[in-house]
Structures are given as structure tokens and as C-alpha cells.
């Protein structure tokens, strides 16, 4: 839809221009045509005055004609800001910005107006586009590319807020291989001993005891021999 809307205010500025050019073109011809227009360049103190003048009549004369039909439209339109350029130096920077007293008022938006056509093009309405817009869409289509969009016609881009925008994480380092861990070898271990038994606990209220004391057996008299009658004690033997 904006590419359409610049295609019409291309044609419509293209004519309008064109015709404005054509008719400043045709007024330096028809009043006494070049060696007058030399002389008026030359009062104005423009360099180079006959170049000058047959220069601003071809551009002014020769594209505006080339303005309405759309043709050759970035270098015609570069050509007539730099013909309004040399007019508002040499003639109008002096005299203000109104018309009526000579100001740049005219040459300044008819400069500016060429100046935009050259850098956004004639639009799709144009012998520019016919001659060489289908080539080049063409030529753009065969090899992928996106077509041409003057940046007047651009969409705008979308704003990113700084909330949705997410931090980019560095990449993370490349994982290194440790190497194998050493195997694990059992030690012997020594026997375990049963635990000793614990002393008997005694209940509770009573005293320990002490062990009682084993009986000692005391030595009798020998034992008579055999055969021999055991005598009574108190009598002695007999002699013998």
C-alpha cells in the first residue's frame, strides 16, 4: 500500500516539476535565447557564463520533459538540484526567502523536490521502471533477491523493547576428558575377636557378696604300712 502511495505523489511531483522546468527553460529561449541568457549570467557575476547559460537551459528545457515521462530520473533529478543550487549562490542566497523580492524561496523547494526524485526514484509509473525495473526484477528474482523499495516506501522497523530483548550466553567450553581413576584394591583386615563377656550386674538393692573361702585340707599321719596292726595311741612299742 505505501509503495502504491509513492508511486502516485512520484507522478504527480514528476509533473508538476516537469512542467515548472519546461516553462523556465522555454522563457531563457524565447527571450533572446542563449547569447541573452550569457549576458544575464554574466551581470550576475556566474562563472563561466556561457557554459553556465547553455547549461541551465538544456537541463532546465531538456529535463523537465525527461521529469514527466520518468525517464532517467535519478541523474536528471541530480542535474536540476545542481542548476538550483548555482541560481540560489549567484542570484537569490542575498535577497531573502519571499519570491516577491527575489528570495530562494522558489529555488529552494524545486532544488529540494528534484533532489528527494533522485534518491527515491520515479516509482513504478515511470519508463524507468518499464525499462529498467523489470529487468532488474527480474534479474532479482532469478538470484533470490528482494526487490528494490525506495526508503520512503520502507515499512518502519518495529522497535524492540529492552525487556523482551534476552542476553546472549556465551558458548560454554568444551568439555575435557578427565582421565580414569586408578582402581581401588582392598586391604587385608585383621580377625575380629569375639568381646569379653561382662560381669554379671547384681540387682538392684542388694550388696556384692564376697567369694566364700575354698577349704584347705591339712596333712594327716602317714598311713601305717601293710601287714602291720595299727597300736593304740599311749602305748609304746617294744624293744627289740
Do not use: C
Not at 229 to 234: A, D, I, L, S
Amino acid at each position: 500500500m505505501r509503495r502504491l502511495l509513492y508511486d502516485l505523489a512520484a507522478l504527480i511531483a514528476r509533473i508538476v516539476l516537469g512542467v515548472i522546468f519546461i516553462a523556465h527553460g522555454w522563457q531563457k529561449l524565447s527571450d533572446g535565447g542563449l547569447d541573452a541568457t550569457t549576458a544575464g549570467f554574466t551581470s550576475m557575476g556566474v562563472p563561466m557564463a556561457r557554459v553556465a547559460a547553455a547549461f541551465s537551459i538544456a537541463v532546465e528545457f531538456g529535463g523537465g520533459i525527461l521529469l514527466i515521462l520518468g525517464l532517467l530520473t535519478p541523474l536528471v533529478g541530480l542535474l536540476l538540484a545542481v542548476d538550483m543550487l548555482g541560481a540560489f549562490i549567484f542570484s537569490h542566497m542575498r535577497k531573502g526567502v519571499f519570491v516577491s523580492e527575489g528570495g530562494f524561496e522558489l529555488v529552494g523547494a524545486l532544488g529540494s523536490a528534484v533532489l528527494l526524485l533522485a534518491a527515491g526514484g520515479a516509482g513504478r509509473i515511470s519508463l524507468d521502471h518499464l525499462i529498467f525495473g523489470r529487468r532488474r526484477d527480474r534479474r532479482r528474482e532469478s538470484e533470490n533477491i528482494p526487490a528494490y523499495v525506495p526508503p520512503i516506501a520502507a515499512e518502519p522497523l518495529r522497535r524492540i523493547s529492552p525487556a523482551t530483548e534476552q542476553p546472549q550466553q556465551p558458548p560454554a567450553p568444551p568439555a575435557t576428558e578427565q582421565p580414569p581413576a586408578p582402581p581401588v584394591t582392598e586391604q587385608p583386615q585383621p580377625p575380629q575377636q569375639p568381646p569379653a563377656a561382662a560381669p554379671p550386674v547384681p540387682p538392684t538393692g542388694e550388696r556384692p557378696r564376697p567369694p566364700a573361702p575354698q577349704a584347705t585340707e591339712r596333712p594327716g599321719p602317714p598311713a601305717p604300712p601293710p601287714g602291720s596292726r595299727p597300736e593304740p595311741p599311749g602305748t609304746e612299742p617294744p624293744p627289740r
